[in-house]
């Protein structure tokens, strides 16, 4: 019922910038929270950023003060803009959200497809 589409993936080089986008499409009442995840070769997806439908924010600590997530007011299209990027960024990203279809209908959680960020030395 819902898509999350992502995009803005690519290669940069270390000290470089990206800002990945998120749009979410189909039957949506509303948006609890959206959020990025991100899992390198050999390693856990982790949570990088999440936003919430009050405003709130929170990130990992490894991209506190470089990684910027935002969104429109009813968090259709979220954003993650990634400054200062080094290698230990290289991995994919996934995009999540918590969407309810109707008002008193259940949360449902939905991924998007990945897009590959790739930090070169």
């Known amino acids: 019922q819902v898509q999350l589409v992502e995009s803005g993936g690519g290669l940069v080089q270390a000290g470089g910038s990206l800002r990945l986008s998120c749009t979410a499409r189909g039957s949506i009442f509303s948006v609890n929270g959206m959020a990025w995840y991100r899992q390198a070769p050999g390693k856990q997806r982790e949570l990088v950023a999440a936003?919430?439908?009050?405003?709130?924010?929170r990130y990992v600590d490894s991209v506190k003060g470089r990684f910027t997530i935002s969104g429109d007011n009813a968090l259709r299209s979220v954003y993650l803009r990634m400054n200062s990027l080094g290698s230990e960024d290289t991995a994919v990203y996934y995009c999540a959200g918590t969407v309810r279809h109707s008002d008193h209908g259940p949360p449902s959680d939905y991924w998007g497809q990945g897009t590959q960020v790739t930090v070169s030395s």
């Open positions: 936003i919430f439908s009050d405003g709130s924010t």
